[in-house]
């Protein structure tokens, strides 16, 4: 089952702008992760933010998160052509036996116009 | 490091027969994992291995799925008998435990016809 649902499926925006995804979730977490596919291939690790942490930062890379909504964002400022890309969230989903693997949502793709 | 690497890149197989998909996580990742990618089904996780002992294998939709992963360098996803509906893009990823970033490969694509 899907942990994570990204919001919206598809974003296309100029280049220089600022990008915004969104992702809720349903239960408990630890932490969030956010990971970035491009086009046939794998996916790539972005930014892991803790449940005890409301923002995070990484070069253009801005991530929030609020446990009470049981939501985060992810903003991509100053958008570059090679940012078109999908994204997706992730969270571990835990069971009586422990953490199972990230789970994760059916993406936002974003497209970068020249 | 070279990551983590997966073969074949393509496979393109008849109904019914045998496909073997193969990983080799990072050194020292004592996690593995096999995902899933369909366009109508997002990211599904198949199986993981933590040292190399599968712990979770809820997730492999038929027996006509299974993964080994005969020791911490190397693991197998089998398909037997192939079907078209299986047809996606398989991808293994290692880590150091489940909650943290992990690392995935450039996949599989399989293609059943």
């Known amino acids: 089952s899907q942990q994570g649902e990204e919001d919206p499926q598809a974003l296309s925006i100029q280049e220089g702008e600022n990008a915004t995804m969104n992702c809720s979730y349903k239960t408990s977490i630890n932490n969030l992760q956010w990971y970035r596919q491009n086009s046939g291939r794998g996916l790539v690790h972005l930014i892991l933010i803790r449940s005890n942490e409301r923002e995070k930062h990484s070069g253009r890379l801005r991530v929030t998160l609020d446990t009470s909504k049981k939501s985060s964002s992810l903003l991509i400022t100053a958008s570059r052509a090679a940012d078109t890309a999908s994204y997706f969230c992730a969270t571990v989903l835990y069971s009586g036996g422990g953490a199972d693997g990230l789970t994760f949502g059916k993406g936002t793709h974003l497209i970068i116009q020249p | ?113």
């Open chain 2, 1 to 113: 490091d070279a990551g983590v690497i997966q073969s074949p890149r393509h496979e393109v197989t008849e109904m019914g027969q045998e496909v073997t998909l193969r990983c080799k996580p990072i050194s020292g990742h004592d996690y593995l994992f096999w995902y899933r990618q369909t366009m109508m089904r997002g990211l599904e996780l198949l199986i993981y291995f933590n040292n190399n002992v599968p712990i979770d294998d809820s997730g492999m939709p038929e027996d006509r799925f299974s993964a080994k992963m005969p020791n911490a360098s190397f693991s197998t996803l089998k398909i037997q008998p192939s079907e078209p509906r299986d047809s996606a893009v398989y991808f293994c990823a290692s880590s150091f435990r489940t909650e943290v970033r992990y690392t995935f490969g450039s996949g599989t694509r399989l293609t059943v016809v």
